[in-house]
């Protein structure tokens, strides 16, 4: 198996475990506002995404990434399936040439692209815009910008999600199930906003664990995954 | 609660083989998934209409898979819309060249799912084009939509599609003929009673034995108002009237009307419905062309009805009178 392709399999693999970690915690937050089911659904979509890429033979990190997304599409269902995985699946083509610096930014930015396209949202209509848009732009500066590694420009993400995350308690939901209690959807936290602040996590820490150098360009040098190291930075 | 049911996780599953062991000369299932097609899929020469949605509405959608109407329909879970691969596995599957034509009903999951289907398959080459149908005039937004519900009004854009479709009419005007339809429908509901749905297996909403809800969605979500009850001769008044006044139509127009059964509502009831129903066109000037009655899109066992209406020129009278040969709707 390529050790990018594999790096993409322990990711999908680590939030698999972490949202069924959160799954409670999810639920709870979607009862308030919603039908309570998206912390199951995440979990359930998850873990068989991890599944099915643990049985792909030597896949490259956009097999991994467009295998996930339609595995979470049959799963998932509703709108979370198109929105999670409809939008995993159409940016899983940026990274058909490799994973690179310009690869990883066009990945990011056409996901954020399909889910606000699908679902027609703007930042402050309490959904996963909110933790989304701040944490790709974030990422897309950190790189072009401040020229910073991808495994940085992600943990600079996951601080921009999570104050996007934040963001969402006291606003009125203008788009998804939540809209429909008008201004009882006030004081809540969005569920997708947090799901997706999670899966940005997980991404992060997974990145920083393998200490995945990604390369200027996908044909300089492969990516490379060092020997894993018993550290926690 | 006495149901006809085995395990609530096989009721789709087991409705769907049962519906097509009824039409074995009719309808095949695509192996794997919750669609059902034409036997004779995909349908040379002709643009593909397809359709789609959550179960518990039979007969939508599947009993209007024929000559004459839909090639093919996915069946969600109860009340929940199919994902999108199913929808993909669809829309190929009734593509023979000439594209397909995908009616949706406005729900966000139905959107959503069916957009990024139709997406994945323009990805390799399928020609597609989308009607969203959102007839319902009770509420404007609501638990499972942005903008108003699709419901009843559904059928009539099957009909009309399909006809235009087996006239050998290309996509783009099979797709304007089903927006015409769309443009000039409206409908209402009520419920007498709540749905149960399998997984539950008790009533989703309650309504006290002297009340009704009107404005009710197919998937028992909340209407306009819940009252106390009504006669059948009032209760058809306050959904036409809701509905005629939406459609804002001139005097001496034609119209289709359809008096739709909820699921546990008698044909008796139904008809006595129609019968004020015709009165009330009447009165405001309006010549009914073409009167439906029955179960078209019913919501599991709630008792109750809805009122379509809808406005028709030569050219949708054509479609709409047209043979069609489903398992739910036949004409000659």
Same mark, same amino acid.
């Given at each position: 198996?390529?050790?990018?392709?594999?790096?993409?399999?322990?990711?999908?693999?680590?939030?698999?475990?972490?949202?069924?970690?959160?799954?409670?915690?999810?639920?709870? %937050?979607? $009862?308030?506002? #919603?039908? +309570?089911?998206?912390?199951?659904?995440?979990?359930?979509?998850?873990? @068989? *995404? &991890? =599944?099915?890429?643990?049985?792909?033979?030597?896949?490259?990190?956009?097999?991994?990434?467009?295998?996930?997304?339609?595995? %979470?599409? $049959?799963?998932? #269902?509703? +709108?979370?399936?198109?929105?999670?995985?409809?939008?995993?699946?159409? @940016? *899983? &083509? =940026?990274?058909?040439?490799?994973?690179?610096?310009?690869?990883?930014?066009?990945?990011?930015?056409?996901?954020?692209?399909?889910?606000?396209?699908?679902?027609?949202?703007?930042?402050?209509?309490?959904?996963?815009?909110?933790?989304?848009?701040? *944490?790709?732009?974030?990422?897309?500066?950190?790189?072009?910008?401040?020229?910073?590694?991808?495994?940085?420009?992600?943990?600079?993400?996951?601080?921009?999600?999570?104050?996007?995350?934040?963001?969402?308690?006291?606003?009125?939901?203008?788009?998804?199930? *939540?809209?429909?209690?008008?201004?009882?959807?006030?004081?809540?936290?969005?569920?997708?906003?947090?799901?997706?602040?999670?899966?940005?996590?997980?991404?992060?820490?997974?990145?920083?664990?393998?200490?995945?150098?990604?390369?200027?360009?996908?044909?300089?040098?492969?990516?490379?995954?060092?020997?894993?190291?018993?550290?926690?930075? | 609660?006495?149901?006809?049911?085995?395990?609530?996780?096989?009721?789709?599953?087991?409705?769907?083989?049962?519906?097509?062991?009824?039409?074995?000369?009719?309808?095949?299932?695509?192996?794997?998934?919750?669609?059902?097609?034409?036997?004779?899929?995909?349908?040379?020469?002709?643009?593909?209409?397809?359709?789609?949605?959550?179960?518990?509405?039979?007969?939508?959608?599947?009993?209007?898979?024929?000559?004459?109407?839909?090639?093919?329909?996915?069946?969600?879970?109860?009340?929940?819309?199919?994902?999108?691969?199913?929808?993909?596995?669809?829309?190929?599957?009734?593509?023979?060249?000439?594209?397909?034509?995908?009616?949706?009903?406005?729900?966000?999951?139905?959107?959503?799912?069916?957009?990024?289907?139709?997406?994945?398959?323009?990805?390799?080459?399928?020609?597609?084009?989308?009607?969203?149908?959102?007839?319902?005039?009770?509420?404007?937004?609501?638990?499972?939509?942005?903008?108003?519900?699709?419901?009843?009004?559904?059928?009539?854009?099957?009909?009309?599609?399909?006809?235009?479709?087996?006239?050998?009419?290309?996509?783009?005007?099979?797709?304007?003929?089903?927006?015409?339809?769309?443009?000039?429908?409206?409908?209402?509901?009520?419920?007498?009673?709540?749905?149960?749905?399998?997984?539950?297996?008790?009533?989703?909403?309650?309504?006290?034995?002297?009340?009704?809800?009107?404005?009710?969605?197919?998937?028992?979500?909340?209407?306009?108002?819940?009252?106390?009850?009504?006669?059948?001769?009032?209760?058809?008044?306050?959904?036409?009237?809701?509905?005629?006044?939406?459609?804002?139509?001139?005097?001496?127009?034609?119209?289709?009307?359809?008096?739709?059964?909820?699921?546990?509502?008698?044909?008796?009831?139904?008809?006595?419905?129609?019968?004020?129903?015709?009165?009330?066109?009447?009165?405001?000037?309006?010549?009914?062309?073409?009167?439906?009655?029955?179960?078209?899109?019913?919501?599991?066992?709630?008792?109750?009805?809805?009122?379509?209406?809808?406005?028709?020129?030569?050219?949708?009278?054509?479609?709409?009178?047209?043979?069609?040969?489903?398992?739910?709707?036949?004409?000659?």
């Amino acid at each position: 198996m390529s050790e990018a392709g594999l790096a993409v399999v322990t990711a999908v693999e680590n939030v698999a475990e972490r949202l069924e970690t959160e799954r409670t915690r999810l639920t709870e %937050l979607d $009862s308030a506002i #919603g039908d +309570a089911d998206h912390g199951g659904n995440m979990a359930r979509g998850w873990a @068989a *995404a &991890a =599944e099915t890429v643990g049985e792909l033979d030597d896949p490259d990190p956009a097999t991994v990434v467009q295998t996930t997304g339609k595995t %979470l599409l $049959s799963e998932v #269902g509703g +709108a979370s399936g198109p929105l999670y995985g409809g939008s995993l699946v159409f @940016a *899983a &083509a =940026e990274l058909d040439g490799g994973v690179d610096r310009e690869s990883v930014v066009g990945f990011a930015e056409t996901y954020l692209e399909k889910v606000q396209g699908r679902g027609d949202a703007e930042v402050g209509d309490q959904t996963m815009v909110d933790a989304l848009v701040p *944490a790709v732009h974030t990422f897309t500066k950190s790189i072009e910008t401040d020229d910073l590694p991808p495994g940085e420009a992600l943990a600079k993400a996951v601080d921009a999600a999570r104050r996007g995350v934040a963001f969402t308690v006291p606003l009125r939901a203008s788009k998804g199930r *939540a809209s429909y209690l008008g201004w009882r959807s006030v004081g809540h936290q969005d569920p997708g906003a947090t799901s997706t602040l999670f899966i940005l996590e997980t991404l992060a820490e997974t990145a920083q664990t393998l200490d995945i150098d990604v390369p200027d360009t996908a044909d300089a040098t492969s990516p490379t995954i060092p020997e894993a190291e018993d550290t926690n930075g | 609660m006495k149901k006809l049911i085995n395990d609530p996780e096989d009721v789709v599953d087991e409705m769907l083989d049962g519906m097509i062991s009824a039409h074995p000369d009719r309808l095949r299932r695509l192996p794997d998934t919750q669609v059902v097609v034409r036997e004779d899929h995909p349908v040379d020469g002709k643009v593909g209409v397809v359709s789609g949605g959550g179960s518990g509405h039979e007969p939508t959608h599947a009993g209007y898979i024929g000559d004459g109407m839909l090639d093919g329909a996915a069946a969600g879970e109860v009340f929940s819309s199919p994902t999108a691969d199913e929808f993909e596995a669809l829309i190929e599957a009734c593509d023979a060249g000439d594209g397909v034509l995908a009616v949706v009903k406005n729900y966000e999951g139905d959107v959503m799912n069916f957009d990024t289907a139709i997406e994945l398959t323009e990805m390799t080459g399928t020609n597609v084009a989308t009607v969203v149908v959102d007839d319902d005039v009770a509420v404007e937004d609501s638990l499972y939509t942005s903008g108003r519900r699709g419901v009843c009004g559904t059928i009539l854009v099957h009909k009309a599609a399909g006809a235009k479709a087996v006239a050998g009419a290309d996509l783009e005007e099979v797709q304007r003929v089903a927006q015409k339809v769309v443009d000039n429908v409206g409908t209402m509901g009520t419920a007498l009673t709540s749905c149960v749905t399998p997984e539950k297996g008790e009533p989703t909403f309650d309504l006290g034995e002297d009340e009704i809800e009107l404005g009710i969605g197919i998937h028992g979500e909340p209407g306009t108002e819940r009252t106390a009850k009504m006669s059948a001769d009032e209760i058809t008044e306050e959904l036409t009237e809701s509905v005629l006044s939406d459609l804002d139509l001139s005097e001496g127009q034609e119209v289709v009307s359809i008096v739709n059964g909820m699921g546990a509502t008698p044909l008796m009831e139904l008809f006595i419905v129609n019968n004020r129903l015709q009165e009330l066109l009447g009165e405001h000037g309006l010549e009914t062309w073409d009167a439906w009655v029955g179960d078209y899109m019913t919501s599991l066992d709630m008792e109750g009805c809805s009122v379509t209406v809808c406005a028709v020129d030569e050219e949708l009278k054509e479609l709409l009178g047209a043979t069609v040969d489903t398992p739910a709707l036949t004409a000659q």
